[in-house]
């Protein structure tokens, strides 16, 4: 629904909206609001993990992702990085489950740095907006 769109959190694809302050405790009618005032593109991955969880600014939201990132993939994170030559001595299937543990490490990595300088940064709503509109005009 999203896909045009980046997750503010962790730059994957949005295919989602997060309310950033969350519906649970911003709406008292029941209604659910999607007004951009209120939300920012999110990958589902994100917004899962955020929940309903009580935090008001991107940047906090950001740094609760990222302690939830590092603790789900210690393992992968954990995993030992490999030379290419000892990659290329190995067996089609080991080769290609350490191939694919690399590319998740990389994958995990990117997403763990951006969401630092996410949390770092500590964008408002407004400023998400306007990057993404100054995204699309160009």
């Given at each position: 629904?999203?896909?045009?769109?980046?997750?503010?959190?962790?730059?994957?694809?949005?295919?989602?909206?997060?309310?950033?302050?969350?519906?649970?405790?911003?709406?008292?009618?029941?209604?659910?609001?999607?007004?951009?005032?209120l939300?920012?593109?999110?990958?589902?991955?994100?917004?899962?993990?955020?929940?309903?969880?009580?935090?008001?600014?991107?940047?906090?939201?950001?740094?609760?992702?990222?302690?939830?990132y590092?603790?789900?993939?210690?393992?992968?994170?954990?995993?030992?990085?490999?030379?290419?030559?000892?990659?290329?001595?190995?067996?089609?299937?080991?080769?290609?489950?350490?191939?694919r543990?690399?590319?998740?490490?990389?994958?995990?990595?990117?997403?763990?740095?951006?969401?630092?300088?996410?949390?770092?940064?500590?964008?408002?709503?407004?400023?998400?907006?306007?990057?993404?509109?100054?995204?699309?005009?160009?």
């Open positions: 629904m999203f896909s045009k769109y980046s997750c503010t959190y962790c730059d994957d694809i949005a295919e989602d909206l997060d309310h950033v302050i969350p519906h649970s405790y911003a709406s008292s009618s029941g209604v659910r609001s999607y007004k951009k005032e939300v920012v593109p999110c990958c589902k991955e994100c917004n899962d993990l955020l929940g309903d969880k009580l935090f008001f600014l991107i940047g906090e939201r950001a740094a609760y992702l990222g302690d939830r590092t603790k789900r993939y210690k393992k992968i994170l954990d995993t030992p990085m490999w030379e290419k030559e000892e990659i290329e001595e190995l067996g089609h299937s080991l080769k290609s489950m350490i191939q543990g690399i590319c998740l490490k990389e994958k995990v990595t990117k997403k763990l740095a951006h969401l630092e300088i996410i949390s770092l940064i500590g964008p408002t709503i407004e400023d998400v907006w306007g990057e993404i509109k100054d995204k699309e005009d160009k």
